[in-house]
């Protein structure tokens, strides 16, 4: 089969013409005009009321309600178009109390939402982040369809932990993170925000108080620029999943070479920019991780969430408890298997097998069908003894009431005979989708030091700043957590703005 379009070009598919003119990017004339400057000479400066690093969601949610708020900011992103990890995102934000929520008459509440995220985190997440989040979160995504345009599919009950919470972006044929990209780059266009691409941040600028001042940047054409901050800098770079040093020296063993989920640009500017200020740095060795197909990028985590079926590896046996979310049979997956690889068996009793069977189809992605175990394990290159072995094992054992004796045991909660043909065979690999560490923050996105202090002028959000996460995450809350303290820290820096 012909492998899918390279990360690059789903970017820009994803994007398209978007990203394209969509904000003030630096013009052809300007850079002609300063690459007649030596590269000697003191940069050249430009002067914002907040300066943002990084064109994702928390990033150009910031620039909008900074510029709604009355004052002037702009963002720099170091690609040529935002290349961060939203625009793999299938797109759902994690509320309560939303419009959308009480017009379908879900009542999901703000204590019930602050639980189970503590839950999730093994209750080792800030427990203040997470309270402002619940607070907020609700406010934030109508504001997310009041201003800038989103749209939201029907609201399903989902499993625990999504529950009633979930907001499924219409991405009207392309993912929901990239959706909401397009969205928030039209609502900076619109208000002339500058967003100057191929701008990569390189230092932070203090004053002689180790206040922030600004920051340095190398523009396209190779040359420095100051670009001063009277309010603030708001670091919104993501985290560094896809930095080997640091995945290697924060997270070692096998998580640290597994294949990316994400974007191959989240580099670590979070700790890299901020660490020499004395950032307080948490939750470095944390983490999420999911079912990705390597080669072509398709994400098969629906398949393993599905409530049927079983996982086999390469040798054709059991490894995992089915009933674990897709999360944590990713998290085990290159710990029980050298390879890192494993199929989901799975037959024509589960309802949504079309929609997963288009979706590899559309993903010029390989998957087997086939009218019987044997002939599926034989087109996967399988040893189909042993899948025969495993398939059989499992209905037997469902027939005699004894799946939880199984080795691995199988805890489903409403199994189904694996008997209805024809079966299919869709391939998974452990991906790494986003780390969860980087510089503490506070109530108000502001990055706090080695003390608990303020850094002046110094803020961050979503996956650049640390706290508000730990071992795990709600589906959806990655993007409401960056629109929530996008919005904050916008809002804390018009503030200081406005009393200059």
């Given at each position: 089969?012909?492998q899918q379009?390279?990360?690059?070009?789903?970017m820009?598919?994803?994007?398209?013409v978007?990203?394209?003119?969509?904000?003030?990017?630096?013009?052809?004339?300007?850079?002609?005009?300063?690459?007649a400057?030596?590269?000697?000479?003191t940069?050249?400066?430009?002067?914002?009321?907040?300066?943002?690093?990084?064109?994702?969601?928390?990033?150009?949610?910031?620039a909008?309600?900074?510029?709604?708020?009355?004052?002037?900011p702009?963002?720099?992103?170091?690609?040529?178009?935002p290349a961060?990890?939203?625009?793999?995102?299938?797109?759902?934000?994690?509320?309560?109390?939303?419009?959308?929520?009480?017009?379908?008459?879900?009542d999901?509440?703000?204590?019930?939402?602050?639980?189970?995220?503590?839950?999730?985190?093994?209750?080792?997440?800030?427990?203040?982040?997470?309270?402002?989040y619940?607070?907020?979160?609700?406010?934030?995504?109508?504001?997310?369809?009041?201003?800038?345009?989103?749209?939201?599919?029907?609201?399903?009950i989902?499993p625990?932990?999504f529950?009633?919470?979930l907001?499924?972006?219409d991405g009207d044929?392309?993912?929901?993170?990239?959706?909401?990209?397009?969205?928030?780059l039209?609502?900076?266009?619109?208000r002339n925000?500058?967003?100057?691409?191929?701008?990569?941040?390189?230092?932070?600028?203090?004053?002689?108080?180790?206040?922030?001042?600004g920051?340095?940047?190398?523009?396209e054409?190779?040359?420095?620029?100051?670009?001063k901050?009277?309010?603030?800098?708001?670091v919104?770079?993501?985290?560094?999943?896809?930095?080997?040093?640091m995945?290697?020296?924060?997270?070692?063993?096998?998580?640290?070479h597994?294949?990316?989920?994400g974007?191959?640009?989240?580099?670590?500017?979070?700790?890299s920019?901020t660490?020499?200020?004395?950032?307080?740095?948490v939750?470095l060795?944390?983490?999420?991780?999911?079912?990705?197909?390597?080669?072509?990028?398709v994400?098969?985590?629906?398949?393993l969430?599905?409530?049927h079926?079983?996982?086999?590896?390469?040798?054709?046996k059991r490894?995992i408890?089915?009933?674990?979310?897709?999360?944590?049979?990713?998290?085990l997956?290159?710990?029980?298997?050298?390879?890192?690889?494993?199929?989901?068996?799975?037959d024509?009793?589960?309802?949504?097998?079309?929609?997963?069977?288009?979706?590899?189809?559309h993903?010029?992605s390989?998957?087997?069908?086939a009218?019987t175990?044997?002939?599926?394990?034989?087109?996967a290159?399988?040893?189909?003894?042993?899948?025969?072995k495993?398939?059989?094992?499992?209905?037997?054992?469902?027939?005699?009431?004894?799946?939880?004796?199984?080795n691995?045991?199988?805890s489903?909660?409403?199994?189904?005979?694996?008997?209805?043909?024809?079966?299919?065979?869709?391939?998974?690999?452990?991906?790494?989708t986003?780390?969860?560490?980087?510089?503490?923050?506070?109530t108000?996105?502001?990055?706090?030091?080695?003390?608990?202090?303020?850094i002046?002028?110094?803020?961050?959000?979503?996956?650049?700043?640390?706290?508000?996460?730990?071992?795990?995450?709600?589906?959806?809350?990655?993007?409401?957590?960056?629109?929530?303290?996008?919005?904050?820290?916008?809002?804390?820096?018009?503030?200081?703005?406005?009393?200059?």
């Open positions: 089969m012909e379009h390279t990360r690059r070009e789903m820009k598919k994803c994007l398209a978007a990203a394209v003119g969509a904000t003030g990017a630096v013009s052809t004339s300007v850079l002609s005009a300063q690459n400057v030596e590269p000697t000479t940069p050249t400066a430009e002067t914002y009321d907040m300066v943002i690093l990084g064109a994702g969601t928390g990033g150009l949610v910031a909008i309600e900074a510029h709604d708020q009355g004052i002037k702009i963002v720099l992103e170091k690609m040529d178009l961060g990890n939203s625009i793999f995102a299938l797109g759902g934000v994690c509320a309560c109390g939303t419009r959308f929520q009480k017009e379908a008459g879900i999901a509440t703000q204590e019930e939402l602050f639980l189970d995220m503590m839950k999730v985190s093994a209750g080792k997440a800030d427990p203040k982040l997470t309270r402002t619940v607070e907020q979160v609700g406010g934030a995504v109508d504001w997310l369809q009041d201003t800038v345009g989103l749209k939201f599919l029907p609201m399903q989902m625990f932990p529950l009633n919470r907001l499924r972006i044929g392309i993912t929901g993170g990239g959706k909401l990209i397009r969205l928030l039209a609502a900076c266009k619109k925000i500058p967003v100057r691409f191929n701008t990569k941040a390189v230092e932070l600028l203090t004053d002689n108080s180790l206040a922030v001042s920051v340095r940047a190398q523009i054409n190779g040359l420095l620029v100051d670009f901050a009277r309010g603030g800098v708001v919104a770079t993501g985290g560094f999943s896809a930095n080997s040093e995945l290697n020296a924060y997270i070692g063993g096998v998580m640290s597994i294949p990316l989920r974007s191959p640009y989240t580099t670590g500017e979070n700790v920019l660490k020499p200020l004395f950032a307080k740095l939750n060795d944390q983490f999420h991780c999911g079912p990705i197909i390597s080669a072509t990028h994400n098969p985590a629906d398949a969430s599905n409530g079926g079983v996982i086999v590896d390469l040798r054709g490894i408890d089915e009933v674990n979310t897709y999360v944590t049979k990713a998290r997956l290159p710990t029980v298997t050298p390879e890192n690889k494993a199929y989901m068996i799975l024509s009793r589960w309802a949504e097998i079309d929609k997963m069977v288009k979706k590899f189809i993903g010029n390989e998957f087997f069908q009218d175990p044997e002939e599926l394990a034989k087109k290159g399988l040893p189909a003894e042993e899948v025969l495993s398939v059989n094992g499992y209905n037997q054992a469902l027939r005699d009431n004894k799946l939880k004796e199984l691995p045991p199988c489903y909660k409403e199994p189904k005979l694996l008997d209805k043909a024809p079966f299919f065979a869709f391939p998974y690999e452990a991906g790494m986003a780390t969860f560490g980087g510089p503490k923050i506070n108000n996105a502001q990055i706090v030091n080695l003390e608990d202090k303020p002046s002028g110094l803020y961050a959000v979503g996956n650049a700043a640390g706290g508000l996460f730990f071992k795990d995450y709600i589906g959806g809350s990655q993007l409401a957590g960056a629109t929530v303290f996008g919005r904050i820290a916008a809002t804390h820096i018009a503030n200081i703005c406005k009393k200059l």
